[in-house]
Structure formats: structure tokens, C-alpha cells
């Protein structure tokens, strides 16, 4: 599902590399975490993945296209099959719940009467089904980032992608959102998560990729984060 060969990436023609030679693969239907600490390259890495970045160097192939040099009329496909998870949610605050999600199957062209049907759906999945008329900025942090859910999960991708999903939650929010995201996986859905989160990684045991410096130093399937690494 993703390749990373030799991917490094630098910032600017100057800059240092945020990334040197990052080699893995990620089979279809995986849970992974990205851990680190900041500045380690995580986020960096994400945004390969989703092609909101391409490479400087190294071969980076998600759903077997080499996506740093996917042509600009296949970018659609790629979006399409990934839902983003964001820290910030990133919602339409002085919107609906319902809205939200249904937002992210307008763009990519699906018919009302399949987003009429979709959307509570994935707000029952993420447990709002009570929530589908409230406006986002009147929901808390945690209800908030079960909309960024279900918008993520509203067209059916093959992958999740969540950049520190529960970076401003408190501890028992966090650990919600993270069954949820497990439950996802439980279904077929590839997850990768970028976290700091020591306790949930330890709690989960999945695969966990290290990285240090934009360099890649660990690699477990049933991975800790400790303080080694
Ligand atoms: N837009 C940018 N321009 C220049 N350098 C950047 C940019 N974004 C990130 N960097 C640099 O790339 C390196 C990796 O950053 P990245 O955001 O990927 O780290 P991270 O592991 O996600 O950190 P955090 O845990 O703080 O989110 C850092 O040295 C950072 O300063
Ligand atoms: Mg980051």
C-alpha cells in the first residue's frame, strides 16, 4: 500500500534535509505509528504521503503510484482514497455536523441522494448520530475530532492519514478517538498516526516507525516508545 525507498526531502535548496533515505512498507489493512520527537520529520512524512510535498530524492509509491511523480490530473484518485485527520480538526466551525462531512463528498462530485445516506451513517459510527444538526463550534474538542472522523472516513478510503489526531484532547478523549481510529483499522482501513503520545502507542502494540533527526532508526511490528529511541 506505501513504499518508501530511499525517500529524503529537504526544504528549500539550502535547507537541511527533514528527511535522509527513509526506506519501509506498509501492507494494506496496517495500523502504524510515526513517533519521534519534534522536529523529527512526522509531519514532513505525512505530507508525502498525501502529496501535499513530493520527494527531493527516493522513490515514495502509495496504492502502487509513485506519488512524487504522479501527474497533476491523478492527484483527485489519490484524495479521494486518503482521509486526513488533522490536531487542529480543521472544520467548518460556524457549520453543521452534517454539513462537515457532507462537504467532503460534494467535492469529489458524490450525488445528494448517496450523501443523504452516507452521512449519518459515519456519524453514527463515530457516535454524533445525535449530533447531525449541531454547529461545530458548540461541540467540544472531543466531538469535534469524531466530525474530523467521520468527514475523513465519509468517501470510504483505503487509507487513514491522522497528523497528531489527539493532540488537544485530554487523556480520556484521546483514548476514545484512538479505539476509534482501531476500530476503523478493524474494518480494512490502513491507519497511520503520527503521535507523541507515548501511553496510547504502548497501549496498542501495532507497528511503530521511529524517527530521529529525519533519519529512521526503528522499525517493530509490535512496537514501544521509549525513551531509546
Ligand atoms: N515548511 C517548512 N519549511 C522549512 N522547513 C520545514 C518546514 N516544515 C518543516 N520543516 C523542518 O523539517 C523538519 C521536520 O519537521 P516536521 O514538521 O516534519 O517534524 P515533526 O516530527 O512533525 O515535528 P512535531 O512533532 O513538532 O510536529 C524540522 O526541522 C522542521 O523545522
Ligand atoms: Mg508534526
Known amino acids: 500500500m506505501i513504499e518508501a525507498k530511499n525517500v529524503s526531502m529537504k526544504y528549500g535548496k539550502n535547507g537541511q534535509y527533514a528527511l535522509s533515505d527513509i526506506s519501509f512498507f506498509i ?5 502504524a505509528f510515526f513517533v519521534g520527537s519534534s522536529g523529527a520529520g512526522k509531519s514532513t512524512l505525512l505530507k508525502l504521503i498525501i502529496r501535499e510535498l513530493t520527494p527531493s ?27 486526513m485527520v488533522f490536531q487542529d480538526f480543521r472544520l467548518i466551525e460556524s457549520r453543521t455536523v452534517y ?52 468527514r475523513a472516513l465519509a468517501n470510504r478510503p483505503a487509507l487513514i492519514v491522522a497528523d497528531e489526531p489527539t493532540g488537544n484532547l485530554d ?7 484512538m479505539n476509534l481510529l482501531r476500530s476503523i483499522n ?12 507515548r501511553e496510547i502507542v504502548n497501549l496498542f502494540k501495532k507497528r511503530v516507525i521511529y524517527l530521529d533527526g529525519g533519519r529512521m532508526v526503528g522499525d517493530e511490528q ?6 531509546d529511541h
Do not use: W
Open 99 to 150: 454539513d462537515n462531512v457532507a462537504f467532503a463528498m460534494m467535492v469529489i462530485g458524490s450525488p445528494q441522494r448517496e450523501i443523504h445516506k452516507r452521512v449519518p451513517q459515519v456519524l453514527t459510527l463515530v457516535g454524533l448520530e445525535d449530533k447531525t444538526k449541531a454547529k461545530v463550534c458548540d461541540l467540544s474538542g472531543g466531538e469535534q475530532q469524531r466530525v474530523g472522523l467521520a
Open 27 to 31: 501492507d494494506r489493512g496496517e495500523f
Open 222 to 227: 509490535e512496537g514501544f516508545y521509549t525513551h
Open 57 to 83: 530524492t527516493g522513490c515514495l509509491k502509495v496504492f502502487n503510484r509513485d506519488v512524487g511523480r504522479l501527474p497533476r490530473q491523478k492527484l483527485p484518485y489519490l484524495r479521494r482514497n486518503i482521509g
Open 171 to 177: 487523556p480520556g478523549t484521546t483514548l476514545d478517538i
Open 186 to 197: 478493524q474494518r480494512g482501513t490502513t491507519v497511520l498516526v503520527a503521535t507523541h503520545n
